[in-house]
């Protein structure tokens, strides 16, 4: 059974919006838009995993995707985890392309893609450590886990992967995406042994789930130049910043557009970039509208918590508002 779906990072919404919305200068900007290539990589591997998780046998089976649970001071993430009564897998998710040679006597995974080398830690020591930290998590809260398992799994149906050194480690751990219901098979005919009841299952998912923690960066400490912000309503059709407001309806100068709701966006651009709280000047000024009235207007329209008033009168977001949608 699927106990927590997979959602879409939070991280990927900020450095869209960041993109979108900032004068970077040029080293910056390559920075995140690769940031961003990667992030979107490795979701579409992830994406794929719940796929064929999704395909096996749920029985016996308690499925969480996308864990980010605190411990010590820092945080652990887990891709994706399959409880059962007999033992634990977290999975680690993986969308590197090219030539993959693990190497795990020396900690590092070479990358050999169009000509280039590029080193990385080894995915089967970080899934290991995960593994490690969920235990200690477990019983600090009283649990007696079970025996954990760990499985990387390569989701980039390009790559080759290799094992130079034949270790036993790298054949057992690693696999593309779509052998990982083989493993898993393979895993659970190992264990017999019941080392947990359903209740404590239950309440394993359960600590979990109130325990997992979204990582959303903080836009206020990434050194961002806030004086460079572009402002207006984004065209949902061309992408142009700076719609006009024009009988009830944003229309677009450069591919004529229509949208009756496209200032929603552009609010959910502010409260990602400044947090959850607008005036109608701040609306009036970031949206480019020339009367604070009818920014008024639009900011009572939309489904928001409303204190304050006169000039003091502050919009937050509800909590159905889709704020990451």
Same mark, same amino acid.
């Given at each position: 059974?699927?106990? $927590?779906? &997979?959602?879409?990072?939070?991280?990927?919404?900020?450095?869209?919006?960041?993109?979108?919305?900032?004068?970077?200068? %040029?080293?910056?900007?390559?920075?995140?838009?690769?940031?961003?290539? &990667?992030?979107?990589?490795?979701?579409?591997?992830?994406?794929?995993?719940?796929?064929?998780? /999704?395909?096996?046998? %749920?029985?016996?089976?308690?499925?969480?995707?996308?864990? &980010?649970?605190?411990?010590?001071?820092?945080?652990?993430?887990?891709?994706?985890?399959?409880?059962?009564?007999?033992?634990?897998?977290? !999975?680690?998710?993986?969308?590197? =392309?090219?030539?993959?040679?693990?190497?795990?006597?020396? +900690?590092?995974?070479?990358?050999?893609?169009?000509? #280039?080398? $590029?080193?990385?830690?080894?995915?089967?020591?970080?899934?290991?450590?995960? =593994?490690?930290?969920?235990?200690?998590?477990?019983? $600090?809260?009283?649990?007696?886990?079970?025996?954990?398992?760990?499985?990387?799994?390569? /989701?980039?149906?390009?790559? !080759?992967?290799?094992?130079? =050194? +034949?270790?036993?480690?790298?054949?057992?751990?690693?696999?593309?995406?779509?052998?990982?219901?083989?493993?898993?098979?393979?895993?659970?005919?190992?264990? +017999?042994?019941?080392?947990?009841?359903?209740?404590?299952?239950?309440?394993?998912?359960?600590?979990?789930?109130?325990?997992?923690?979204?990582?959303?960066?903080? !836009?206020?400490?990434?050194?961002?130049?806030?004086?460079?912000?572009?402002?207006?309503?984004?065209?949902?059709?061309?992408?142009?910043?700076?719609?006009?407001?024009?009988?009830?309806?944003?229309?677009?100068?450069?591919?004529?557009?229509?949208?009756?709701? =496209?200032?929603?966006?552009?609010?959910?651009?502010? #409260?990602?970039?400044?947090?959850?709280?607008?005036?109608?000047?701040? #609306?009036?000024?970031?949206?480019? !509208?020339?009367?604070? %009235?009818?920014? $008024? &207007?639009?900011?009572? /329209?939309?489904?928001?918590?409303?204190?304050?008033?006169?000039?003091?009168?502050?919009?937050?977001?509800?909590?159905?508002?889709?704020?990451?949608?």
């Amino acid at each position: 059974m699927i106990e $927590k779906k &997979r959602e879409f990072p939070k991280e990927i919404t900020i450095l869209k919006v960041i993109l979108k919305r900032f004068t970077l200068n %040029h080293q910056r900007q390559i920075e995140l838009e690769n940031k961003l290539s &990667r992030k979107l990589a490795g979701y579409k591997g992830e994406k794929e995993l719940d796929y064929y998780l /999704s395909q096996i046998d %749920h029985t016996n089976l308690k499925i969480l995707h996308d864990l &980010r649970i605190p411990h010590n001071n820092t945080h652990f993430q887990i891709d994706s985890l399959l409880i059962s009564n007999t033992f634990l897998l977290p !999975i680690d998710s993986k969308n590197y =392309a090219g030539v993959l040679d693990f190497n795990p006597e020396f +900690n590092y995974l070479l990358q050999t893609l169009n000509g #280039f080398e $590029k080193v990385y830690q080894d995915p089967i020591l970080q899934t290991k450590i995960q =593994a490690s930290q969920l235990k200690s998590f477990l019983m $600090k809260n009283q649990f007696s886990p079970p025996p954990i398992e760990f499985l990387v799994s390569v /989701s980039n149906s390009q790559a !080759i992967i290799r094992n130079p =050194a +034949n270790s036993t480690e790298v054949a057992n751990r690693v696999c593309k995406t779509p052998a990982v219901s083989y493993k898993i098979q393979s895993i659970s005919e190992k264990y +017999n042994k019941e080392y947990l009841s359903q209740k404590e299952v239950k309440k394993i998912v359960k600590l979990l789930l109130k325990s997992h923690v979204p990582y959303i960066p903080d !836009i206020q400490s990434m050194n961002l130049p806030m004086d460079k912000i572009q402002i207006g309503v984004q065209c949902p059709d061309c992408g142009l910043l700076g719609m006009e407001k024009i009988h009830g309806s944003w229309v677009c100068k450069q591919c004529g557009h229509l949208s009756k709701d =496209a200032h929603i966006a552009a609010l959910k651009d502010y #409260f990602l970039i400044f947090g959850p709280h607008i005036t109608s000047r701040q #609306f009036s000024n970031f949206l480019n !509208i020339p009367s604070i %009235h009818q920014a $008024k &207007r639009l900011l009572t /329209s939309m489904e928001l918590d409303i204190s304050g008033s006169k000039k003091g009168t502050v919009y937050r977001p509800k909590k159905d508002f889709p704020l990451w949608d």
